[in-house]
């Protein structure tokens, strides 16, 4: 695993993620360690220093692509590894685990039968392979769906439309949430839906409202490339 180290941009911050010692100590661990340089000259710190104690020095375009995160969840650890930083974006590769339970089901609601992919991420989702539903089609079904009592926790529903053997566009009704702009599990549960039972290709590029993720399907389960966005930062100060 891979930590990256990057200077501080905040002015007149004078502190580094880590010192050469702390470096020293994760390197044993087997931990692999990179170093912006000057990331620790405001602190006290050279890069002869981090250097000495088995940090490899790069560049500021270099350092933060290839860093790891491991993010504990419910279903599991997901690791993640920081493919390019843009600031204020930052694009993540996710492993999130192979589908669970994935089938075809017909579900009986509102007057109607709704042929739908039943599976689960992690959590639940129901995904409606076709055309995609106006608002008053998304309005009424979403609901009625999630609140099935095919799924006594409710589910999430994707309603998915394959553009391309290469490109999905979904919307998302999001669980106790309603329409939702994005959402990392739905993105997942439409592109194996459509994999499985929509004959997309095993990579392929997911369009929701909120913007655009890659999902492959590999051996090792599905890979979710996408982009979270810093949109804010600040202190919170509260009296103890």
């Not at 692509?65 to 419910?74: K, L, M, R």
Request: hydrophobic fraction near 40%; aromatic fraction near 4%; charged fraction near 25%.
């Amino acid at each position: 695993m891979r930590v990256a180290v990057p200077r501080e941009t905040a002015p007149d911050e004078r502190r580094v993620a880590l010192v050469p010692e702390t470096v020293s100590k994760l390197g044993d661990s087997g931990l692999e360690i990179r170093v912006e340089r000057g990331a620790g000259e405001a602190a006290g710190f050279p890069d002869e220093s981090y250097a000495a104690a088995g940090a490899e020095l790069a560049d500021a375009g270099a350092v933060v692509p290839g860093a790891e995160v491991v993010i504990h969840t419910d279903a599991g650890p997901r690791r993640l590894v920081l493919v390019e930083r843009s600031d204020p974006r930052f694009t993540f590769k996710a492993d999130m685990g192979a589908p669970v339970d994935l089938q075809q089901v017909a579900i009986d609601t509102g007057g109607e039968t709704v042929q739908a992919t039943t599976l689960s991420i992690g959590n639940p989702h129901c995904v409606v392979l076709g055309p995609l539903p106006d608002d008053a089609r998304f309005e009424r079904l979403g609901p009625l769906l999630e609140r099935h009592s095919r799924f006594p926790q409710g589910t999430n529903v994707e309603f998915a439309a394959l553009e391309t053997p290469r490109r999905l566009r979904v919307r998302l009704w999001e669980r106790g949430v309603g329409p939702t702009e994005s959402s990392g599990t739905g993105t997942c549960a439409a592109a194996a839906a459509a994999i499985a039972h929509g004959g997309a290709a095993r990579t392929l590029d997911v369009s929701a409202p909120g913007g655009e993720q890659r999902v492959e399907w590999g051996d090792a389960g599905l890979v979710l490339t996408g982009t979270a966005e810093l949109i804010w930062e600040g202190t919170w100060l509260a009296d103890v």
